[in-house]
């Protein structure tokens, strides 16, 4: 199995040239709005292990490459407001060069008749609208896809033993079927695409030792689950 390891919500870094506009909103660049805590951590880790790796290197502020393009979050409030032409131009110049190029990976293994695992990395906020999160790992797949959700019962039987401390849920804070990457490249590729979002609470991050321990699991849980 070929693993693609992402990560959309890497940075909260933005191009020189659009740097002016978030002025005003350097405080909302360093908060979950502008990236995804902890995450790139993760990622840099589990890189070793991937036969393909990618992380976008700027802010989910500018443009969500983890939306599609219809989604309504695609810009956020401060991208909204720039002219057609600027959007257009983020859309061109930086949403589709970075999802494309996953996706003709993606699309060379399975031309070779290979299988891919991707595996893409996020964080979310412990606590969203006055509820605490009720869980440090969540695991996202498409529940209609029966090897999806194979893998996610095998990955998490795993991580339970390495992480028994921990509480690990399949398809929270978030379904993984609702609008993201994973979601649109399943359209595009069958059975021998699996689509996993890994999703890590931030609270996770607040300790390096704890952190170490983290990675060092599922790093090890990763290694083991390949082999499909």
């Excluded at 870094?13 to 360093?30: C, G, N, Q, V």
């Excluded at 690990?168 to 978030?174: A, K, S, V």
Aim: hydrophobic share 30%; aromatic share 12%; net charge neutral.
């Amino acid at each position: 199995m070929k693993l693609v390891l992402t990560c959309e919500h890497a940075s909260n870094a933005l191009p020189k040239k659009y740097k002016a506009y978030f002025s005003e909103f350097k405080h909302r660049l360093e908060t979950h709005e502008g990236y995804d805590l902890g995450a790139f951590s993760t990622f840099e880790t589990l890189k070793p292990l991937a036969t393909f790796s990618s992380h976008y290197p700027w802010s989910r502020l500018l443009i969500e490459v983890n939306r599609s393009l219809q989604h309504s979050q695609l810009f956020s409030s401060i991208s909204k407001s720039f002219s057609e032409e600027q959007r257009r131009e983020l859309i061109e110049d930086y949403y589709k060069p970075y999802r494309e190029q996953i996706q003709k990976k993606i699309q060379s293994y399975i031309a070779e008749g290979e299988s891919v695992l991707h595996l893409s990395v996020h964080s979310f906020t412990p606590v969203l609208g006055g509820d605490t999160r009720n869980a440090e790992v969540g695991l996202l797949y498409d529940p209609r896809r029966s090897e999806e959700k194979k893998w996610a019962k095998h990955f998490k039987k795993d991580l339970n033993q390495h992480l028994p401390d921990q509480r690990i849920r399949m398809n929270y804070p978030y379904f993984g079927k609702a609008d993201g990457f994973t979601t649109s490249l399943r359209q595009e590729f069958q059975e021998q695409y699996l689509g996993i979002e890994l999703e890590l609470n931030q609270k996770l991050f607040a300790e390096e030792a704890h952190v170490k321990h983290l990675n060092r699991a599922l790093y090890k849980c990763l290694e083991k689950n390949l082999d499909w």
